[in-house]
């Protein structure tokens, strides 16, 4: 067990449908319940190193203030902006705003499906972008920001 005070905190922030995961379209989405994926990302997040906390919203702006509030104590943010990541500029200007290394996350290859999910606003500030493995997005994405952070620290004692 690994001291969570000395770990680095990072967010994953989860927007519009993702409580329903688990009985949302399940052949796009998956059987994992939102608690479920929760679960799994604090776990992933330990064996790296990182403090994960989670929140959900299905609110635009309660996304902008997590993503604000998350700032003075996280070094990072795990977004799956679900729908708003096609439309939101208000989350884009957020996470320019705070400028905390963020990867934006999909469960579905959202270049796979239609023409509309094709666009993201998120991708314009994020460092990398994960999408179309399912839960195992959010570890691959977790993975990314461990490697991300460590580089970036050792940079900086350079
Ligand atoms: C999603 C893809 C979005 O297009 C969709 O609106 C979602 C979920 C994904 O994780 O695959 O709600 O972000």
Known sequence: ???SASMTSIL???GPNLNLLGTREPDIYGATTLAELEE???GWGEALGLAVSCAQSNHEGELVDALQAAR???AGFIVNAGAFTHTSIALLDAIRGVALPTI???LSNIHGREEFRHHSYIA????GVVAGFGIDSYRLALEAMAR???SASSNAGA
Do not use: P, R, Y
């Not at 314009?124 to 460092?127: E, K």
């Open 1 to 3: 067990m690994v001291n």
């Open 104 to 106: 934006e996350v999909h």
């Open 12 to 14: 994953v922030l989860n």
């Open 40 to 42: 799994l990302c604090s």
């Open 124 to 127: 314009q500030a994020a460092i």
């Open 72 to 74: 003075a104590t996280h």
């Open 148 to 150: 991300h952070l460590s």
